[in-house]
């Protein structure tokens, strides 16, 4: 299915322009230098690719060592991705999310959670 993937890829460098590459999954969608000024620390990608239903990964990777690179305000379909904490990274360089209408089983299984109802027996 076509989707549509927009992120913020925000930068800190001085000196030397740093090279980024942007990853879904395994596949290499594209190689960039960043050559705005490093006190404009931040451009859009608009990605359009195809991907199958499920749970997918959106990456950046630093090619050149220097600088820091970091996603933010990730869409897919315009739907904002939200982190999860057990499965992505902290410093907002790969970013999960799902693609489909169907809910796609969670690669983890919650524990500790229950949201039943109880009644009051103080009363």
Request: glycine fraction near 8%; include cysteine.
């Amino acid at each position: 299915m076509e989707c549509h993937i927009t992120a913020e890829v925000h930068c800190h460098w001085s000196d030397h322009p740093p090279v980024y590459r942007l990853y879904v999954d395994s596949d290499l969608l594209t190689e960039r230098t960043f050559i705005w000024p490093g006190y404009q620390n931040c451009i859009e990608e608009g990605i359009i690719c195809n991907l199958s239903e499920g749970i997918h990964v959106l990456k950046i990777e630093n090619c050149t060592g220097n600088g820091s690179f970091r996603l933010k305000n990730i869409r897919v379909e315009g739907n904002e991705i939200i982190q999860h904490p057990n499965y992505d990274d902290t410093e907002g360089q790969r970013w999960t999310f799902i693609v489909g209408n169907k809910p796609a089983p969670l690669p983890y299984q919650p524990v500790g959670l229950d949201f039943r109802v109880t009644q009051n027996l103080n009363k």
